[in-house]
């Protein structure tokens, strides 16, 4: 199987300039889709880059995401990257991992438990969760605002997947999450790390964590006025590809992987979500009185957040500047080519997703934070946008995290006033391992519940 452009090929592609390895972690570290940016336009689709240990092929721009979105899982796989990942977590059904029709049977069976919808039963708790956040809160507090929304959504999507919240054991769902990603997926780190006995420590705790999931859907099943069927009752009564029972080294890794699944991708997002809200006074105002409406009218229900319009508008165009996921690295597995260059087989490659968000042919002005952009009714081109990734391997969760994005952020519009401790403070964007607002970024609370 191999995949040509009818065009000559030619030979490696060009290199980002710099001193090898240095200035492109120093980059990749520091605002990469900027970075890659600034490779598409100077060097084309095609070029390379480092980060970490690692050689990147990096394929960027429209035609570059129209590849990944269509025919991509003909040449690529995702084991490379994530196999490490599913041996810590003993199973080989790790939905990142999988390709072809065993990844889509796996999809199918995860797909109802991360959707928008499963958000529902647990509404009022997931207002709750923000509303007992915001009542821990004093007025002058400053709040580190990428832990805070880790614990908000390691505690939201533990309710709603596995019917848990992680409490205590957020630290530890956080340490191994931290020394698996930057070792076995990343590989900025050292393997000797993983043998420190509190990163060991902390994986038996979260693999505690998973049998305490299966012991309470085996003994409590979900019953009419009873609890909630959700995730992890699906699997547990599903089989695997090849039609076996799942073992219980599965269904541990099923039970702890939504801890794992959201708390870096979607709590990145909603930290810059505050970001945005916060730098921006008139967002700030005209979101609020629009959720202070809403609330207003009485508790709202999983359906009234979509009422919420400019709100909604300004997560997407957070998504748009700063994507969680701008970009996807992948292996080749068969050969292809693409703008002139041949992938060979075990080529690492890196599409740049998140390129075309910062293109002034698609977004005017593309650096400037303008949430009426997406209320006009006109979309983007087909795979412009692209917060999620693309293609088979799309974010399974992007609808639970756009819901839960709107419904946090109007909790903590609804039961806080925040704002920037200095007004022209500009973030600065870390990537460990994924692009987040770093620990230092913090807002001051003006004002909390009566």
Known sequence: MTRTLDIPTSTRPPRMPGIPYLTDNVNMLNDPLRYLVQGYRELGPVFRVCMGFTEYTVLAGLEANLFLQR????????????????????????????????????????????????????????????????????????????????????????????????????QDVLTFLSGAMNVEVVKVWPRVLLSRPSWKQAKANMFALGKEILELHRTDPPREGGRTPDMIDDLMAAVRPDGGPFTEDDLIAFAVGPYIAGIDTLSSTLAFFVYTIAKHPAVYARAKAEVDALFDAGMPDLNDFRKLEFLHAAAIETLRRYPATP?????????????????????????????????????????????????????????????????????????????????????????????????????????????NPGQSFRVKVVNTPA
Do not use: W
């Open 327 to 435: 970009f996807t690295p992948r292996t080749v597995k068969h050969p292809f080519t693409f703008a002139g260059y041949d992938f060979a087989v075990g080529t690492e490659v890196m599409f740049a997703n998140g390129v075309t968000h910062l293109l002034d042919e698609y977004y005017p002005d593309p650096l400037t934070f303008d949430p009426e952009r997406h209320l006009t009714g006109e979309a983007p081109p087909p795979g412009v946008f692209a917060p999620y990734t693309l293609g088979p391997h799309t974010c399974l969760g992007a609808g639970m995290a756009e819901g839960l994005m709107l419904i946090t952020m109007a909790g903590l519009l609804r039961y806080t006033a925040f704002e920037l401790p200095n007004p022209d403070y500009t973030v600065k964007i870390r990537t460990m391992p994924l692009p």
């Open 71 to 170: 025919e991509a899982e003909q040449y690529l796989t995702s084991e490379t990257l994530f196999g490490g990942m599913a041996r810590q977590l003993n199973t080989d059904m790790l939905l990142t991992v999988l390709d072809g029709e065993p990844h889509r049977h796996m999809r199918k069976l995860m797909r109802p438990g991360f959707s928008r919808s499963a958000i529902g039963p647990h509404i009022d708790k997931v207002i709750g969760i923000v509303r007992e956040y915001a009542e821990s809160l004093k007025p002058g507090d400053e709040i580190a605002v990428f832990d805070s929304m880790r614990r908000l959504i390691c505690n939201a999507i533990g309710l709603i997947t596995t019917g848990i919240k992680p409490g205590d054991r957020y």
